[in-house]
């Protein structure tokens, strides 16, 4: 079971990191549905690996980054 939470955490982390690169790359932009749903998805997929791993501050901010994620959705479905 350790090793699932272990590839659900390290999955999370490659999301956010690769999307992190693509704003930066300029291939996505911060409205993009694509670099929010890799947010959302990584930070959703972290969040489950640090709560297994009672990593509770790490993820505080990981829940904090998917409201984050949320809300850049909200703002591209609300146009």
């Known amino acids: 079971m350790k090793l ?8 999370g982390a490659g999301l956010i990191i690769l999307a992190y690169f693509l704003l930066t790359h300029h291939d996505l932009n911060s409205k993009s549905k694509l670099y929010q749903g890799m947010n959302l998805v ?4 972290l969040a489950i690996n640090l709560f297994f791993n009672q990593a509770y501050p790490s ?5 904090i980054w998917f409201f984050i994620a949320v ?7 609300k146009k």
């Open 71 to 77: 809300y850049g959705f909200y703002k591209i479905f």
């Open 4 to 11: 699932i939470f272990e590839i659900i955490g390290w999955i």
């Open 42 to 45: 990584g930070a959703i997929f």
């Open 59 to 63: 993820f505080a901010v990981n829940i």
